[in-house]
């Protein structure tokens, strides 16, 4: 019995270990702007130029900031003015290829996962596709020839992003700057994005929610948080 309980919990730590690297392995995905941008060595505009990206390129963020925002990008870390990335949301890679249709008379196909990205196609409604990556509330999926990006709600393929956490008054932490990127760049939101859910934080959430027809109690719900990124 003690080796079996002892077995039994060993697999425990072991599921656990995973869940923990599988979350702590969550790419936070971004595009630079059409105009460009300067990858720096250090948050200031004096800093050494490490690379010079162009608009439309895909890079990780790390940790964002009122002015700079650290990211990776082909395996170099720096840092680039906030005001020039677009945050796109979370990448998932699914575990094997997921087969699936599109279920609304048309949906765009784009290059890149972004509503002002170039439309590559138009899909018919009962097109089949195949999908093995979500960034964001996009799927990456092949049909026919075309590989792109497509709505997850265009599709019958379900997301698989985890719910989003509620986050409130007081909260703290990488969530919360995410989140006050993402109110900034939605153009609710001016103050310093710190990580930290003040007051001005509430107002733009609770102005979001009250345009977007949500119950605007200033509390970043699951839906609200849904519905901002995608």
């Known amino acids: 019995m003690k080796k079996r309980a002892v077995g039994t919990l060993i697999l425990c730590m072991l599921a656990v270990l995973a869940a923990l690297s599988a979350l702590a392995s969550v ?115 092949t049909g026919g020839k075309l590989t792109g990006y497509v709505s997850v709600a265009y599709t019958d393929i379900a997301s698989r992003l985890p719910e989003y956490t509620e986050l409130k008054m007081g909260a703290t932490g990488k969530e919360v700057r995410y989140l006050q990127l993402a109110l900034a760049q939605a153009g609710y939101y001016e103050g310093e994005i710190n990580g930290v859910f003040g007051a001005r934080v509430r107002e733009a959430v609770r102005r979001f929610q009250k345009d977007n027809k949500l119950p605007d109690s200033g509390v970043a719900t699951a839906a609200t948080l849904a519905l901002l990124y995608s």
């Open 27 to 141: 790419r936070k995905v971004g595009w630079i702007n059409a105009r460009g941008a300067q990858l720096l060595e250090k948050p200031n505009k004096n800093a050494t130029v490490l690379a010079t990206l162009a608009g439309g390129e895909e890079l990780t963020l790390l940790l964002p900031g009122t002015k700079y925002t650290r990211v990776e990008v082909g395996g170099v870390t720096g840092y680039v003015a906030t005001q020039s990335i677009r945050y796109i949301g979370d990448e998932v890679t699914f575990d094997a290829p997921e087969r699936g249709r599109i279920t609304v008379a048309s949906a765009n196909l784009r290059a890149r996962p972004d509503h002002s990205a170039v439309v590559v196609a138009q899909l018919a409604k009962n097109t089949a596709v195949e999908a093995a990556l979500q960034i964001g509330p996009w799927l990456q999926v």
